[in-house]
């Protein structure tokens, strides 16, 4: 698939994402307790899950879970894997995945009890 000069590697579609709306309470009165504004995205492949809430429309909210979905670290994971495979690049995710869980690139807070 070419668009200009560029190639696209695969295309998503809404079928790739699982979409659920809500009622998001908060400010925004009474057209919060009544219309699902709120909007929570789930990409099917990567597991990635977004939701929005802030905005009274729910046009708006589904763009900014859309935005923060393709920002989250699994959909980023399976970008990269996706776009490496259909280029043709091996990939070795348990190589991947082995090297991310050693502890010097592991993130560990202390919780106080």
């Known amino acids: ?11 998503m579609t809404k079928d ?9 309470g908060g400010k925004g009165g009474q057209n ?12 099917l492949e990567s ?4 939701e929005c809430r802030r905005h009274r429309d729910q046009i708006q909210n589904k763009r900014e879970a859309f935005k923060k979905l393709t920002e989250t670290k699994e959909f980023k994971l399976w970008h990269r894997i996706k776009c490496a495979k259909m280029m043709g690049q091996a990939v070795d995710v348990e190589t991947w995945l082995s ?3 050693q502890p010097k690139n592991l993130k560990i807070e202390e919780i106080q009890i």
């Open 99 to 101: 090297d991310q869980m």
């Open 16 to 24: 790739d994402f699982e979409f659920e709306y809500f009622c998001s």
């Open 47 to 50: 597991g990635a899950v977004s």
């Open 1 to 11: 698939m070419t668009k200009g000069n560029k190639e696209l590697l695969f295309r």
């Open 32 to 43: 919060q307790n009544k219309v699902a504004s709120g909007c929570r995205i789930r990409h």
